[in-house]
């Protein structure tokens, strides 16, 4: 979030008093006539934006529940938003860029808006928010001829503002992600206002500078071969004849060096209008022939081609969108605006599966107030999703950086939705009180963005929307989910237990929860009551007969496959979810990191303070299952190896390649690979008997294998828990430590806590642990192992004495 991005010196108000020309009745002054750091609206004000040092922040690409997400990033140069798109950065509308990247390419491949006027017999061209006017807050000069300008940021919103005066226009830019739709899109709003007291001409060009298409995973070839991709890029027209004011971006086919040629037909799609008060709006006409606004400028800093034109000659000449990447500017043509008039231009970038879908999105999107109930609805729909930290004191800060707080860190773990309330009994019901009640976190999301541009995000875009996350920012992200949300009982502590592998290692990648209906006749059922007609019962029943779900892909499958459902979206899905089962679902990831286990005993603290009459239940009631992975620990003998140091004059080890993908696992896996999809069955990824058995124990159990065996992994002096696995604990900058076959005391502090709580556990409840067998005879092993250590008499180095650098043999024999 913003208030993480930015440093205390960043955001120091001016000295000088703000520019009465700028100030509008949502900005608020202090006594002394400078602006306050928040606005009327609680959006956070940042004076001289792109004057400031840079930063970056994101919208939070939430589209709500029943709508569909787009993610977007912004900074604080040229007009804001740096890139933003559908599913990941490989599927952009602008092109993803790294922060530094951002920060200079913003202001010219971004949004941009150029203004051709004239005022009293007098001509101008001006671009708002140009670097060119750019103020310089280390110049002694007087600048109060070059645009004031200002960012307003809010949890879903963000708005950038100019006052021009010397030809006397305000702009503001304002951005949002479309809530609670059946399609996605970045909206975008201009509004241009005449500040001068005498009537203004102005034409407008307004929109994206490079506008990508559709064409599959396309990021990778937009950085390595961008010049080889235009030849699959076209510009085609949902409209009939000469209307030029649906554009429709695509590629004639997926690229790729293959036999398999995939047609490509979804798009991207631009619409722009300008609102009106009384009475659906029209269309206005897309300019996308990027050297017609350019010319021969392909740097891209001056609209060469619009200085020798109008906008209206760029509307009526032929335009060319063919092999050549493109823009999307909506054209404003002459209008005169009187003093204190204003304009308004709503944009939508969004993306159709066909072309055919653009026209209904657009007649939709017109209706008089669509856009203005649309803005209200986000701000709404956030502050919605934060009300349970609404803060309020003295400090507006503090209270925005709360908001802003638990908003980023629940987009990390996702926001826990209580599913399957078809009756009374079950709404006042916890999971684990009822069956039927389930959990499903909506809005999670790795955490990538400009600053961490090596994280590979992905969100869906479908109704409960989500994407997967790292084990541990999912783990550390949820600890306080049952403070906030009491009816998920124990579910946290129950999905991230069941994900410890039998070796005491975690998947790294958490993915959302899947659902299943295990009698195929519930499953008929529920489709012939939920249907308006045959045949939407029968394809509906093929579709939950068929497999796993999650919400999303179940609602996306209903909508490609034209089935009519007859119930609210809600109770529809109340009532398919309380007649499934749930698993949970991770994927093994890169190797395996020491701390995911620290942050178990956070979840059992947080249930218990929520649940403290729980615990016996859930400690030994409970039956958990163990992650299968095929990736697994190297012994010593073949992960050591000893190389040259970096100077080539010694010789030391190193420990490299901690783990291998076991063949016999793979075979093991391979018995549920469908004959049908070729993709590997949910079941492949939880531990079995020789018999085929699903193998499960109870969470106390598996706590003391956890503790068990990284006792048993620590380093040779006893001391600090090895990174055996191939990665650090949370700090991630120290990858270089396992390869020095080095260890953690952070884990042995909370190995020692983990411990101490499994066997309070036990004397409190006076129950036995039932293990598993093979990790009996390890018990056995290493306590004779430690009644030879004890036999030797080793002792300690007395304190302050050190510790030797060649270990004591006896530390290797027991």
């Known amino acids: 979030g913003v208030f993480i991005s930015l440093r205390s010196e960043d955001i120091i108000i001016e000295e000088h008093a703000a520019s009465s020309s700028i100030v509008q009745s949502d900005i608020q002054l202090d006594s002394d006539g400078n602006m306050k750091l928040f606005d009327s609206a609680n959006r956070f004000v940042l004076e001289d934006y792109d004057s400031k040092p840079a930063f ?48 200079q390419l913003t202001p010219y491949i971004g949004f941009r808006t150029f203004f051709k006027g004239s005022r009293n017999g007098k001509s101008f061209m001006s671009e708002p928010f140009s670097p060119a006017n750019t103020r310089n807050l280390e110049s002694q000069e007087n600048q109060d001829s070059l645009p004031k300008r200002i960012m307003f940021v809010g949890p879903n919103e963000f708005e950038i503002r100019e006052s ?6 305000t702009t503001s830019v304002k951005y949002i992600v479309l809530p609670e739709e059946t399609f996605g899109a970045l909206v975008r709003r201009t509004n241009i206002t005449n500040t001068g007291s005498t009537p203004l001409t102005i034409s407008a060009l307004d929109g994206l500078a490079k506008l990508e298409p559709v064409g599959g995973q396309i990021e990778w070839a937009l950085k390595e071969m961008g010049r080889t991709l235009e030849g699959w890029m076209g ?33 991207h799609y631009l619409l722009s209008f300008v609102e009106t008060s009384d009475g659906d709006a029209k269309l206005l006409p897309i300019i996308y022939d990027t050297n017609a606004v350019f010319g021969r400028d392909t740097s891209l800093t001056e609209p060469d081609g619009l200085k020798t034109k109008t906008v209206e000659d760029l509307v009526s000449n032929p335009q060319y969108g063919q092999a050549r990447t493109s823009s999307g500017f909506a054209a404003l043509e002459d209008i005169v605006l009187q003093p204190g008039e204003s304009v308004s231009i709503a944009s939508f970038y969004g993306k159709t599966d066909v072309i055919e879908d653009v026209k209904p999105i657009a007649d939709h999107i017109t209706k008089a107030g669509y856009v203005e109930e649309k803005y209200e609805q986000a701000r709404t729909m956030i502050n919605t999703l934060t009300s349970s930290v609404e803060t309020n004191t003295t400090n507006h800060l503090f209270d925005g950086a709360v908001k802003q707080m638990f908003l980023d860190n629940s987009l990390r773990g996702g926001m826990p939705m209580i599913l399957g309330d078809v009756d009374d009994d079950a709404k006042y019901s916890n999971y684990d009180e009822d069956e039927r009640v389930k959990v499903f976190h909506v809005f999670s999301r790795i955490h990538g963005d400009l600053e961490r541009d090596y994280n590979a995000f992905f969100i869906d875009d479908t109704y409960f929307s989500q994407g997967h996350g790292n ?20 579910f946290d502590v129950q999905m991230f237990l069941s994900f410890i592998q039998a070796d005491a290692y975690e998947p790294l990648t958490v993915e959302a929860v899947i659902y299943y209906i295990k009698d195929p006749n519930v499953g008929a059922e529920i489709a012939a009551e939920s249907t308006a007609d045959s045949k939407s019962a029968e394809v509906l029943t093929n579709i939950l007969n068929g497999g796993p779900y999650r919400p999303g892909q179940l609602f996306k499958l209903i909508d490609e496959l034209n089935v009519v459902i007859s ?42 303070a929520i649940y403290p009459d729980g615990e016996e239940a859930l400690m030994y009631d409970k039956s958990l299952r163990y992650f299968f992975s095929t990736a697994t620990v190297k012994p010593r003998s073949e992960k050591y190896i000893v190389t040259l140091t970096y100077d080539g004059k010694e010789e030391h080890i190193l420990q490299l390649d901690s783990t291998v993908f076991d063949t ?25 008997t020789p018999a085929g058995e699903v193998f499960e124990s109870s969470p106390i159990a598996k706590l003391f294998l956890l503790g068990f065996i990284k006792f048993s992994t620590r380093d040779a002096y006893g001391m600090g828990v090895e990174y055996e696995g191939g990665r650090p604990g949370w700090n991630d900058a ?9 260890s953690g005391m952070p884990e042995t502090y909370e190995l020692q806590q983990m411990l101490t709580y499994v066997k309070k556990v036990v004397d409190t409840y006076n129950r036995p642990i039932t293990i598993p067998s093979e990790l009996a005879d390890m018990v056995t092993e290493v306590e004779a192992a430690l009644d030879t250590l004890e036999a030797a008499g080793y002792e300690d180095p007395a304190p302050g004495a050190g510790i030797p650098d060649a270990v004591p043999a006896v530390l290797f024999n027991y």
């Open 664 to 688: 016999d696992k793979e075979d093991e896996q391979e018995e549920f690979r469908s004959s049908q999809t070729g993709i590997l069955g949910t079941e492949a990824y939880w531990q079995r």
């Open 235 to 267: 510009v085609y027209q949902a409209g009939t004849g000469k209307d030029i004011t649906m554009p429709y971006y695509r590629m004639s086919t997926e690229p790729g060096d293959s036999a398999s040629v995939k047609i490509e037909l979804s798009g």
């Open 471 to 490: 084990f541990r920012d999912v783990c550390q992200n949820r600890r306080d989910d049952v403070t906030f949300t009491p009816r998920i009982g124990s």
């Open 56 to 103: 970056s922040s994101f919208l939070p690409a939430v589209g709500g529940v029943y709508g569909i997400p787009v993610w977007s990033f912004y900074v604080n140069r040229g007009q804001g938003v740096a890139s933003f798109g559908f599913l990941s950065k490989d599927y952009p509308i602008l092109e993803f860029n790294p922060a530094n990247k951002a920060y």
């Open 734 to 742: 120290m990858n270089g430590l396992p390869g020095m076959v080095g």
């Open 164 to 169: 021009d005066p010397v030809n006397d226009i």
């Open 567 to 608: 119930l609210p979206k809600v109770e529809f899905i109340n009532r398919i979810t309380a007649a499934s089962e749930d698993l949970a679902m991770a994927t093994f990831g890169q190797g395996y990191w020491g701390d995911h286990w620290d942050y178990y005993l956070d979840l059992i603290d947080s249930y218990l």
